[in-house]
C-alpha cells in the first residue's frame, strides 16, 4: 500500500514509518522539515503540491500537531488547538479533491477526551467525555475541548468515498529516546519514580509494536469506523505502573512526590501535571470486540520487555562507538 503520513516525524510518526515500510509499504511522510527522501514538504495549513501524494494513495494516517510535552499556557493551548484542527481540516480538502482518494483516513486524538475518574473505566460506548469533573483546574477542560475539536474536525470533512476512524490513543510506550518511556525510566533509575500526589491516578498506555498492530488491524477492518481507543486492556494507577516499571529496571527505591513538587518537576520538564495527575482509565472496547488480541496486555510484561529493549538499543549504540584496532570510531551500520 502507499500510505501518507501527515506530521509522521515525531516519535510515533517514527514507529510507523519503521514498521509499515519494513513490512513492504511505500511511507509518505509529511513535514514541514523534509530531510529525508520519501519526506514532502507542507505546512499543515493551507493545500499546496503535498495535496498530490494523497491522490491514489490507500492511506492517510495524520498525526499533525503541536506537541503537548510543553507548559499549558494560554499561548501554547492555542497553538495545540489551532494546529490540530486546522492540519485536520487542510487533509480533509485534500482527501474531498482527490480522483482517487484514500479508502481510509486514521485520524489521531487522544484519550485525554475522557473525564478524570477513578470509579470505572472509559470505553468508546460508555465512556464519559471529560470538561465538567468538579475539583480539576479549569485548563483541563481545554485541554478536552482541543480533543473534541480535532475529532469534529475529521467528522465533518465530506470524504463519501474514504472511511474515517479517530485514534483515540494513550501514550504509546517505546524505547526511543526522549519518548514518554525513556522520561519516565530516567526517573525511576534515579530513585525518583515513586507515586506522585498518591499514586491513585489511572495510567493508560499501549506497547508500541501492539499500537502499530492496533493500526494494520484497524486498516484491515472495513467496518470500523469513528472513534476507538488505541489503549492497553489493563490501565494500572500510577504507583503500581511505577513499581512495574522499577522493578524490570531492578531499582528497588522509588521517592514520593507531592502535588507541588510535581508542579516543580513539570516546571523544570517544560511540561505540565496534567499528565501525571489527570486519571485516564481507558479501555479498549471496540478493538477488543472486533476481535483484536493484544500481545502485551498487562503493564508488568510490557515493561519488562521494553526496558530489554532500550538495554539492547544502548548496547548496540556502544558497539557501534567503540574502538577498533586501528583506534578510529567503528563506522555506523
Known amino acids: 500500500m502507499k500510505i501518507v503520513i501527515p506530521g509522521g516525524t515525531g516519535q510515533v510518526g517514527a514507529i510507523l514509518n519503521r514498521a509499515l515500510t519494513a513490512a513492504g509499504h511505500e511511507v509518505v511522510v509529511l513535514t514541514r522539515r523534509p530531510r529525508r527522501e520519501r519526506e514532502i514538504a507542507w505546512d499543515g495549513r493551507s493545500l499546496g503540491p503535498w495535496a498530490a501524494e494523497l491522490d491514489g494513495s ?147 498506555w499501549i506497547h508500541d509494536r501492539d499500537f502499530v498492530r492496533a493500526v494494520e488491524f484497524l486498516i484491515d477492518r472495513e467496518e470500523l469506523t469513528g472513534p476507538v481507543n488505541l489503549a492497553a486492556p489493563a490501565p494500572v494507577p500510577q504507583r503500581a505502573f511505577m513499581r512495574a516499571l522499577r522493578s524490570a529496571w531492578g531499582v528497588q527505591v522509588g521517592l514520593p512526590a507531592t502535588k507541588w513538587m510535581a508542579e516543580i518537576g513539570a516546571l523544570a520538564l517544560r511540561s505540565d501535571t496534567e499528565l501525571l495527575l489527570k486519571s485516564r482509565r481507558v479501555v479498549p472496547r471496540r478493538l477488543l470486540d472486533a476481535g483484536f488480541v493484544f500481545d502485551h496486555a498487562a503493564w508488568p510484561e510490557a515493561a519488562a520487555d521494553l526496558v530489554r529493549r532500550a538495554r539492547g538499543r544502548s548496547g548496540a549504540h556502544d558497539r557501534r562507538l567503540a574502538p577498533t584496532g586501528s583506534g578510529s570510531l567503528r563506522r555506523r551500520a
Not at 510535552?69 to 480538502?93: F, I, P, Q
Not at 483546574?137 to 475529532?151: L, Q
Open 58 to 204: 490507500d492511506v492517510v494516517i495524520n498525526l499533525a500537531g503541536r506537541s503537548v510535552s510543553c507548559r499549558y499556557t494560554r499561548a501554547n493551548l492555542k497553538a495545540m488547538m489551532d494546529s490540530r484542527v486546522r492540519s485536520t481540516e487542510v487533509v480533509g480538502e485534500a482527501v474531498a479533491s482527490a480522483a482517487r482518494p484514500p479508502r481510509i483516513w486514521l485520524q489521531m486524538s487522544t484519550a485525554t477526551v475522557y473525564a478524570h475518574r477513578f470509579d470505572a473505566p472509559n470505553d468508546e460506548i460508555t465512556g464519559v467525555v471529560g470538561g465538567e469533573e468538579p475539583g480539576v483546574p479549569d485548563y483541563w477542560a481545554y485541554s478536552v475541548e482541543i480533543a473534541r475539536n480535532w475529532e469534529r474536525a475529521q467528522e465533518r470533512a465530506d470524504t463519501p468515498h474514504t472511511r474515517k476512524v479517530a485514534l483515540r490513543s494513550a501514550m504509546v510506550m517505546s524505547p526511543d529516546r526522549d519518548g514518554v518511556f525513556d522520561v519516565l525510566s530516567r526517573l525511576a533509575r534515579l530513585g525518583l519514580g515513586g507515586p506522585v500526589a498518591g499514586g491513585a491516578q489511572y495510567v493508560s
